[in-house]
């Protein structure tokens, strides 16, 4: 029976599960979402910009800056002796990424100097100004020149095996052998770096930054200025895009505003040019991968060895956890019976590459891929008959274990793969594509389907944590912050729905309030897909301490038991009596209740041993697939994306509007990063592609033309996540692994499928022609 006709509410507006936009969404749109830029300057603001090299590897002799301290308009220039404690932001025990330039230079457009002016194209200008004499160094620009070179590491490798690999492949039917390049690739986002920087009292400063972890930067500004944490206070409202970038990159930006704003006591501002931001920040790691595969006649994987070599840069920064991710996902969604996985963290001069959407997950993916497409091509097969037959068994059938000994129990990607491959009809696709391809001269056709497994935590075990602090006001709204960042993400939307469903009050009764350190500390960075696990999470606990005061208030005040009191839409339920829940907070209030908590929640179950290379690093896994249908031109290696079916696990959704933008959006950035998005390095180590007219990210109109996406909606997480939902972050990104494979079996066509065409990524058009002429001349 309704309980609305005994005058009980039903619904509230916002809950957990439901189809909510964006809170900014309106913003976005209207142009009225208040970025650091947008933010009103206080009086007498400063603006700063970075003095960059342009050498690889080199020593600097002389540093002639007079040129540009006498530039009207210049207050001061920094350089790394102004440091007051420390000239090093590295994000690692390492201590190897300095502030600015000391006497050596390891990147062409490493920041040596930086110049605070009245203005921002004053400080631009000036910087330009310098006279840098140098003495050359050999550099290394190249991963294959690294290894070749002898391979310095920037930090530890990992190595992950279980079994015998060795002599597996040795006594295997079947072996080969193979090497792939996997692309780097840039941020690119909306909004570049920034940072404001505004001196207080004593040693106080506020630092608003562009920023996914507000705790980094409070530790790097404190670091290098020589004050207790306690001083820096950090704030971020929002951001225009992340990705992973503004993890630790924001750290140098932030660190120089800090020391001129205490050292001029005006506010300093730093927002580089997009060309600065592009080649003084870091990018998407690119690997190498040499592959080593036995398995028998029919495609069963009996072992794999793999070296996961990487261009790190000049220094550690993430480039660790990044290639130790990169090894937890070579296996994809696949059992491999005997593995050895090492990883080559190697250092090159060139700018140290940081997070990026997937952390090495999805680079690690990849290689994966490419070798069931090459066990398929090896024996004339479909690959997606190959993917089948190596997917991980059901929980305690001995196919149920990875390369880092976890057990998968949540194991769901084979239900995915055939509900796709019917729903996509792609069998009968396969077939008509295979008969196209016979009868066109120019025009050829591929399709693929490829799965992703991806472990949800963060590997460092300790991050897996996150606090909130939730307020009721006497007037029954509530003000939520939390230690999560929003990128565009919808964290901040989730979140709030979290509380609302909690307190079964509508979610304009909830304020989203800006991240900050002063409010929630040590916080771990908003990255590795677990912004709404940790946080939801948080938010819940701060509501379920707040409710059991209110509940233990009720039930004294209308002397009832616990059991009497619930919390119904908008109002508070004791025994038959429905109370208001504004008129309920302010009789609580009266009766002197803390109103106010602090959450906290750490993910449990989950431990890493990296020095055994086993343990339960990760919470549990998302799953998903996708089919995508190309079309090439042979003439010319342009291609086309007609068509891509998409079917992800999010487990229960809490938002199935926001998860779905994240899919397609981050779809649209993965088919980028393997088809258009190249980083080119010139042999003096310059980064040529720095800017939009070189840099080809996807374009609307590069979108697949028929792009279907739809939730899992039958799964459910198994783990105690905040509504059983599963992270949506990155896993999407791997999807558009399938446009690579479609790519690759257009290009196959033209020598009858006979051979594995090894395309690397990305694929763009001249690197399709190029493969499509090779094989031609087989």
Known sequence: MDKSSFGEPTTIAGPMHAELRHDSAHKHVAGTADYIDDMPEP???????????????????????????????????????????????????????????????????????????????????????????????????????????????????????????????????????????????????????????????????????STQHPSEIQRMVAHVLGVPANAVTVNVRRMGGGFGGKETQGNQFAALAAVAARKLRRAVKFRPDRDDDMIATGKRHDFLVDYDVGFDDDGQILAVQATYAARCGFSADLSGPVTDRALFHADNAYFYPHVKLTSQPLKTNTISNTAFRGFGGPQGMVGGERIIEEIAYALGKDPLEIRKLNFYGDKGSGRDITPYHQKIEDNIIRQIVEELEASAEYQARRTAIIDFNRSSRVIRKGIALTPVKFGISFTLTHLNQAGALVHIYTDGSVHLNHGGAEMGQGLYTKVAQVLADSFQIDIDQVKITATTTGKVPNTSATAASSGSDLNGMAAFDAARQIKERLVAFAAERWQTTAENVTFVPNHVKIGEELVPFAEFIGQAYAARVQLSSAGFYKTPKIHWDRAAGRGTPFYYFAYGAAVSEVSIDTLTGEYLVDRVDVLHDVGRSLNPAIDLGQIEGGFVQGMGWLTTEELWWDEKGRLRTHAPSTYKIPLASDRPKIFNVRLAEWSENAEKTIGRSKAVGEPPLMLPISVLEALSMAVASVAGYRECPRLDAPATPERVLMSVERLRGL
């Open 43 to 209: 009086a007498g603001t400063l603006h700063g910009a970075l003095g960059l090299t342009d050498r690889a590897h080199a020593e600097i002799l002389d540093l002639d800056l007079s040129a540009v301290a006498a530039l009207p308009g210049v207050v001061l220039v920094l350089t790394a002796k102004d440091m007051p404690h420390s000239n090093d932001i590295s994000p690692t025990h390492l201590h190897d990424e300095p502030v600015l330039a000391d006497g050596r230079v390891q990147f062409h457009g490493q920041p040596a100097f930086a110049v605070i002016a009245e203005t921002r194209d004053t400080a631009r200008r000036a910087a330009r100004l310098a006279k840098i004499t140098y003495r050359d160094l050999p550099h290394m620009i190249d991963v294959a020149d690294a290894m070749a070179g002898g391979g310095e590491l920037v930090t530890p490798p990992l190595t992950l095996q279980r079994g015998d690999a060795e002599g597996e492949l040795e006594r295997a039917p079947r072996r080969l052998k193979g090497r792939m390049r996997i692309g780097g690739q840039e941020h690119f986002y909306l909004e570049g770096h920034v940072a404001l920087a505004v001196p207080g009292e004593d040693d106080d400063i506020t630092v608003w930054s």
